[in-house]
Structure formats: structure tokens, C-alpha cells
T-cell receptor, first 109, second 114 residues
Framework: KNEVEQSPQNLTAQEGEFITINCSYSVGISALHWLQQHPGGGIVSLFMLSSGKKKHGRLIATINIQEKHSSLHITASHPRDSAVYICAVSPFGNEKLTFGTGTRLTIIP | KAGVTQTPRYLIKTRGQQVTLSCSPISGHRSVSWYQQTPGQGLQFLFEYFSETQRNKGNFPGRFSGRQFSNSRSEMNVSTLELGDSALYLC?????????????FGSGTQLSVL
């Protein structure tokens, strides 16, 4: 079983819909990262969380440390949000980022 | 401020050869970490350098090595290339330790081993 599990693997939605991507992990962590990767490979860091909730524009990330779960929400989704979203965790005592397999999001106009 | 620069962007090698990839971090960033991305395994941590010292290494064979220079630029080297080394190699920089800092990624080097 992977240390980091993401769901869903693929998500297709209409423009304007509210999007939720989930990340569950099995180890204690010091931080969790949400990353966005567009076709062509470039990765952008969206959030780094160790507790609570962060918001940037239409993106919101939450983390529940006790339940070992994080969610990434996109409000008023837009075709330019189409990308792969990757969750990564920093386990305690093992400072090596461990990645989920990613969620491929497609927003249809 | 210039972003993270990786060179070359694309590379084609044959089995048995060696390859060196370069990563120039954002000015002022002292940490550089390297990652391998393949369709089958996804993203995997290779190693991390901070102030010219390797702080962490992932579960890769000794054919994968790296170093960091005094100006924080980093190189990674893969010797005796195998077909399975074909991947996108990404580096990321951060001001301090990467796991608890926001990461800034380069565009990657796409390596094809024939």
C-alpha cells in the first residue's frame, strides 16, 4: 500500500463546478504539499500545509492531521485549471518527500 | 527574479553511457532537491543538497549521484545508463530545508535512453 493515496485518479467536470481532490497518508508528517503539473512537465507548488487551512484565489487546501487527510478544493473551476494535481508528504524522521500518484483534472468549457 | 533553470531540456543517450544534468536554483536558495518522474512509478525523491552537503538520498542505486557547488548550482550524474532510467528529471530549490518550505521547480530534463 502506498504511503500517500489520492482520489480520484481522474476527474472530469464542467466549467464552474466545485472540485475536490483528496489525499490520505499513513505516516506521521511534518508537512504536506499540493503541487500542480501542466502538460509539458512543469510543476508549480500550490500550498505547503502543516495544519488547518490555506486559501489562494479560487484554491483552498485543508488538512486534518489526526485523520491523516488533506483536501484540495477549486471553486468556480475553469479550463485553465486542467492539470495533474499531486499531493506530497514529508514524513517525520525521514525528510524525503513522498508523492501520491496524482489526480488528472479536466475542466470542460 | 529568475526561476529554477535546468539544462539540457531534452537528452537522448544510449545504454551504458553516462549523463550529467544541471540545475541552477533561484538566487539565494541554498537547497536543491532532485526527483525522477516516470509513468509507472510517478514522482520519486532522488537526493537533496544543502550548502554543498548531501542531506538525504532516496532509494536509487549508486549509479545515481549528485553534487552541489558553492554557488548552490547542482548537478546530478547517472552512470551506466539503463533503459529504465528514461524519465523526466526535475529539480527544485528552496531557501532552507525543502520538506517544510515551498518548493520551486525547474521545467525538467527529459532523458531518453535507447
Amino acid at each position: 500500500k502506498n504511503e500517500v493515496e489520492q482520489s480520484p485518479q481522474n476527474l472530469t467536470a464542467q466549467e464552474g463546478e466545485f472540485i475536490t481532490i483528496n489525499c490520505s497518508y499513513s505516516v506521521g508528517i511534518s508537512a504536506l504539499h499540493w503541487l500542480q503539473q501542466h502538460p509539458g512537465g512543469g510543476i508549480v507548488s500550490l500550498f505547503m500545509l502543516s495544519s488547518g487551512k490555506k486559501k489562494h484565489g479560487r484554491l483552498i487546501a485543508t488538512i486534518n492531521i489526526q485523520e491523516k487527510h488533506s483536501s484540495l478544493h477549486i471553486t468556480a473551476s475553469h479550463p485553465r485549471d486542467s492539470a495533474v494535481y499531486i499531493c506530497a508528504v514529508s514524513p517525520f524522521g525521514n525528510e524525503k518527500l513522498t508523492f501520491g500518484t496524482g489526480t488528472r483534472l479536466t475542466i470542460i468549457p | 527574479k529568475a526561476g529554477v533553470t535546468q539544462t539540457p531540456r531534452y537528452l537522448i543517450k544510449t545504454r551504458g553511457q553516462q549523463v550529467t544534468l544541471s540545475c541552477s536554483p533561484i538566487s539565494g536558495h541554498r537547497s536543491v532537491s532532485w526527483y525522477q518522474q516516470t509513468p509507472g512509478q510517478g514522482l520519486q525523491f532522488l537526493f537533496e543538497y544543502f550548502s554543498e552537503t548531501q542531506r538525504n538520498k532516496g532509494n536509487f542505486p549508486g549509479r545515481f549521484s549528485g553534487r552541489q557547488f558553492s554557488n548552490s548550482r547542482s548537478e546530478m550524474n547517472v552512470s551506466t545508463l539503463e533503459l529504465g532510467d528514461s524519465a523526466l528529471y526535475l529539480c527544485a530549490s528552496s531557501s532552507r530545508h525543502p520538506t517544510n518550505e515551498k518548493l520551486f521547480f525547474g521545467s525538467g530534463t527529459q532523458l531518453s535512453v535507447l
